[in-house]
Nanobody, 121 residues
Framework: QVQLVESGGGLVQAGGSLRLSCAAAGNIFSINGMGWYRQALGKERELVAEISSVGTTNYADSVKGRFTISRDNAKNTVYLQMNSLKPEDTAGYYC???????????????WGQGTQVSVSS
C-alpha cells in the first residue's frame, strides 16, 4: 500500500508564500519523477512543476520565477515553494509520483489526496 501525504496548503494574501510538502509512504522500491498539479474550480487539472529523480525540473509558464520544486530522495518527499502568490493560483494542489514497489515491476503513477491553496486579493 502506497500513500502520498500532502501538507502545507492554506489561505494567504496575494504576494504571500506557501510551501507544500508531499511524502510518499509505504513499501516503495524506487521513485522516478515527482510533480505537482493543480485544479481550479471548473477547470482541468494542469501541471505546475515536475522534477526527475536526478533533479531536472520543468515548470508551467504561469509559475516560472515564482515557484520552486525540490525533492529529498532520502525522505521520498517533494516540495513546492510558492512565492509571490496570485489569486489565479487558487486551486487544489495534487502531488504525483511515478514509483514502483518491486525491482522488476513497472513504474506506476500515484496521486495524493490534494491540498487547497487559496489566495485572496
Amino acid at each position: 500500500q502506497v500513500q502520498l501525504v500532502e501538507s502545507g496548503g492554506g489561505l494567504v494574501q496575494a504576494g504571500g508564500s506557501l510551501r507544500l510538502s508531499c511524502a510518499a509512504a509505504g513499501n516503495i522500491f524506487s521513485i522516478n519523477g515527482m510533480g505537482w498539479y493543480r485544479q481550479a474550480l471548473g477547470k482541468e487539472r494542469e501541471l505546475v512543476a515536475e522534477i526527475s529523480s536526478v533533479g531536472t525540473t520543468n515548470y508551467a509558464d504561469s509559475v516560472k520565477g515564482r515557484f520552486t520544486i525540490s525533492r529529498d530522495n532520502a525522505k521520498n518527499t517533494v516540495y513546492l515553494q510558492m512565492n509571490s502568490l496570485k489569486p489565479e493560483d487558487t486551486a487544489g494542489y495534487y502531488c504525483k509520483a511515478s514509483l514502483k514497489l518491486k525491482r522488476f515491476h513497472p513504474y506506476r503513477d500515484y496521486w495524493g489526496q490534494g491540498t487547497q491553496v487559496s489566495v485572496s486579493s
